[in-house]
């Protein structure tokens, strides 16, 4: 567990297995009543990354005006984390979008499944190993001919 | 007889059933706005008071895909809408015609990427498409226009130049050097998801 500050922004790096704690006491004890956003870094051949993931969450005091970002990083295989959708209700769809675009499970979520992709899609575009133009999805629907219809 | 209906003058005219029939449609194009991006403002803007789609006969709007025979596909058209664009077409009644409007509806334009479909004539039948980005209300027009042009040489009262358009008439729905590619870099099987268009 580590601080950081860069240029006024607190960053708190913790282990994945105490994340869901931490953040539960920072809801409590610390006053982050608001969790701004969820999101993830795919770090695949970044130079000088040591982890596959993280998993960034961006928490706000709104009586003091104070930010924090709490910062979880995850390898392959285990991309899961405790889901927060318990303590900040804002987590439901910021976790889900999270495992439509880079296929990080949250356990403890009611509903998990995907936000913006169609359910039948089965690979997670934001990694960095899916290609742009993905794997032909997008071309792989019926066509209706003129007679057809 | 003929002569005898000669003498009633301009009173009668003469014509085939085929071509009243056209001449009846292609004044009165009811047009769907199906108008996903930028593309839907020109569309606006070409039914509005200074461009006035009217003139030519298509201004009646529908927002239901069973009053319309016109289908203007206006804007990008992503993965997830495409099971719907599909849908709207098969429930529009016959005779029917589709303007593809703008770059992305006619190849992906820009968005060449995992979610945007590269171009609808892949998926369903266009008649006419619209270049530009977005194009000027000037060129819906003159598609409305070429639209009407076509139907009235080609169309027939009972559709039967439908039939004959039996082939998918856009580019192949796999480029297939995209697939080589694809395949050669990931060195993986394609894991694809089926759709219906009917559920």
């Not at chain 1, 104070?66 to 295989?77: A, D, G, Q």
């Not at chain 2, 169309?155 to 995209?178: L, Y």
């Amino acid at each position: 567990m580590t601080w950081s500050s860069f240029r006024g922004q607190e960053r708190l790096t913790v282990p994945a297995k105490s994340a869901h704690d931490i953040l539960k006491s920072l809801n409590e004890r610390a006053g982050m009543d608001m969790l701004v956003d969820v999101t993830a870094v795919d770090f695949l051949e970044y130079e000088g990354a040591k982890d596959r993931f993280e998993v960034v969450y961006c928490l706000l005091d709104t009586e003091s005006n104070e930010r924090l970002i709490v910062s979880v990083f995850l390898n392959e295989p285990d991309l899961e984390l405790p889901s927060v959708y318990e303590i900040w209700r804002a987590a439901d769809w910021l976790e889900r979008e999270v495992f439509d675009m880079f296929g990080i499970r949250f356990p403890g979520h009611p509903n998990m499944k995907r936000l913006l992709l169609p359910e039948e899609f089965v690979s997670f575009p934001l990694r960095k190993d899916y290609p742009m133009k993905g794997r032909g999805e997008r071309h792989n629907f019926p066509v209706i001919t003129r007679a057809q219809s | 007889m003929a002569t005898q209906v000669r003498q009633l003058g301009d009173s009668v005219m003469w014509t085939q059933l085929d071509a009243a029939a056209s001449w009846a449609r292609k004044n009165s194009l009811w047009p769907m706005p199906f108008a996903t991006a930028c593309c839907g403002i020109e569309l606006m803007a070409a039914s509005a008071s200074r461009h006035d789609l009217s003139r030519f006969g298509s201004e009646v709007m529908r927002f239901t895909p069973r009053q319309c025979d016109l289908m203007i596909v206006a804007g990008r058209v992503v993965m997830k809408m495409l099971p719907v664009l599909q849908r709207i077409w098969l429930q529009m009644p016959e005779p029917k015609w589709c303007i593809s409007m703008g770059a992305c509806a006619c190849s992906g334009g820009v968005f060449d990427t995992y979610s945007v479909v590269q171009g609808i004539d892949r998926f369903i039948p266009v008649d006419v498409y619209i270049p530009g980005c977005p194009p000027r209300p000037e060129q819906l027009i003159r598609a409305v226009l070429d639209l009407q042009e076509k139907i009235q040489k080609t169309g027939t009262v009972w559709g039967s130049e439908f039939t004959g358009r039996d082939v998918p008439e856009g580019p192949p729905r796999f480029d297939a050097d995209e697939l080589v590619r694809i395949r050669d870099r990931d060195r993986m099987q394609l894991q694809l998801p089926v759709y219906d268009p009917r559920h």
